[in-house]
């Protein structure tokens, strides 16, 4: 029987202490996979050894994803039917991820995707903010430039006012006390934030207050992976 190409959508853990996020049926099916399309090339390796010792790297074929070849390289492996897992440097494949276009290719010359379960970090954030499941939206980074980042932070609040929706955006880590801070400064003093910080790792912390309730007891997030939600008080 002919194999027929499949592709696989492989979670990684979030912190490397929290091995036990990735379900074990993972380890069978790496051995499945003939072609790995990641992010990161050496850390994914590290990563599959941790998980799997008896696992021979080298019998893969690696392709970043950073690559300008790589759409072609993809395109080529499904048309020769092979087994390809696609590996994010964190959580989930697809989901805020440049996994998602390869995945797009795939949806488009009709082969079949799995996903596989595995920690996303705007889930688990989610899930623990006590903020609307039922309507949010990511945005990713916000501006940098200050006047920008700004007019973002408001624009944000007024959606959530309208829809009672609630708003997920990420930061790069050094630059997290400064976006607090501006999110303090801009919203309304109801206005819900919760801060979800460090997640799966010992150190996690999620915790949703309002921004009257910030301002009395402000945290220092400096350099510490985390997602920011808001969610803005019906008017």
Request: charged share 20%; net charge positive.
């Amino acid at each position: 029987m002919s194999q027929t190409a499949i592709v696989y959508l492989i979670p990684t853990w979030i912190d490397a202490s929290a091995p036990e996020t990735i379900p074990p049926y993972l380890l069978d099916i790496l051995i499945r996979c003939q072609d790995f399309f990641v992010e990161n090339e050496r850390t994914t390796r590290r990563y599959f050894k941790s998980i799997r010792k008896d696992l021979v790297i080298d019998n893969y074929r690696w392709i970043r994803m950073d690559e300008p070849n790589a759409r072609a390289h993809f395109r080529r492996s499904l048309k020769e039917n092979r087994i390809i897992g696609i590996v994010s440097e964190a959580g989930c494949p697809g989901i805020a991820d440049p996994g998602q276009e390869l995945v797009a290719l795939a949806q488009e010359m009709k082969v079949v995707v799995k996903p596989l379960v595995g920690p996303s970090s705007l889930l688990l954030a989610l899930m623990a903010s006590g903020m609307n499941g039922q309507s949010f939206t990511f945005h990713g980074y916000l501006p940098i430039d200050a006047k920008a980042r700004n007019q973002a932070i408001q624009a944000l609040e007024l959606d959530s006012i309208k829809h009672h929706r609630t708003q997920l955006f990420i930061e790069t880590p050094y630059r997290n006390d400064a976006m607090l801070q501006a999110l303090l400064q801009q919203l309304k003093s109801t206005t819900r934030v919760c801060l979800a910080v460090d997640l799966t790792a010992p150190a996690e912390s999620v915790q949703t207050k309002t921004v009257a309730e910030w301002k009395k007891s402000i945290p220092v997030l400096h350099k510490r992976p985390m997602i920011f939600l808001v969610q803005a008080a019906a008017s």
